[in-house]
């Protein structure tokens, strides 16, 4: 199973809107609405922030927001905050229990 | 609360044994899948597997298929990893998490920090 490919870092400022993207294949995102998201700031263990595409968890600002389109998901960050800048990845469903990650994104807050 | 506490760090040789543990609390420890994922320094996130503590029924990515053992101990709601023989390369953080429906992670440990050095 390959890893799902993300940009390597992407940038905004303050108040921007920044998308990432997560491109798989049909065995994985393109198969199921079971793709999920994490942030990861320095030091700190992974969060969830989206699951099944698009569902964002209790807590969760809902400037947060994910879609898919074939074999590309998308994760949209509208009026970003400092706090935003930190790791994100995609993750996919790809068969009983077997997830793939994606390589991760590097967020920065200019 | 929903939570998994990691053990602590460990610093071991090569070739020696290790097993890393995950606490769950807060939930139905027998209920729910538990993923395990590393993270090599300054890398990304890889799936390695999940273990159901219900039955010990195990799922390994291919990638970690015979490099360790994933086990449970469901009397004390424990999941653990291990490693007979360790290599450099296993230098990493190993993540527990709550798998959920086999589809995401929505509750993470806080890591444990492997390091593997002559």
């Known amino acids: 199973q390959s890893a799902l490919t993300q940009p390597r870092s992407v940038s905004g400022s303050p108040g921007q809107s920044v998308t990432i993207s997560c491109t798989g294949t049909?065995?994985?995102?393109?198969?199921?609405?079971?793709v999920s998201w994490y942030q990861q700031h320095p030091g700190k263990a992974p969060k969830l922030i989206i699951s099944?595409?698009?569902k964002r968890p209790s807590g969760v600002p809902d400037r947060f927001s994910g879609s898919k389109s074939d074999n590309t998901a998308s994760l949209t960050i509208s009026g970003l905050q400092a706090e935003d800048e930190a790791d994100y990845y995609c993750c996919s469903y790809a068969g009983t229990y077997t997830l793939v990650f994606g390589g991760g994104t590097k967020l920065t807050v200019l | 609360e929903v939570q998994l506490v990691q053990s602590g760090a460990e610093v071991k040789k090569p070739e020696e044994f290790l097993r890393i543990s995950c606490k769950g609390s807060?939930?139905?420890?027998?209920?729910?899948?538990i993923g395990w994922v590393r993270q090599m320094p300054g890398k990304g996130l890889e799936w390695m597997g999940a273990?159901?503590?219900?039955?010990?029924?195990?799922r390994y990515s291919p990638s970690f298929q015979g490099q360790v053992t994933m086990s449970a101990d469901k009397s004390i709601s424990t999941a653990y990893l291990q490693w007979s023989s360790l290599r450099v390369s296993d230098s990493a953080m190993f993540y527990c998490?709550?798998?959920?429906?086999?589809?995401?992670?929505?509750?993470w440990g806080q890591g444990t920090l492997v390091t593997v050095s002559s």
């Open positions: 049909s065995s994985d995102v393109g198969g199921y609405n079971y």
């Open positions: 807060g939930y139905s420890f027998t209920g729910y899948w």
């Open positions: 998490a709550r798998l959920l429906r086999g589809e995401y992670l929505d509750y």
């Open positions: 099944d595409v698009s």
């Open positions: 273990i159901y503590p219900g039955d010990s029924d195990t």
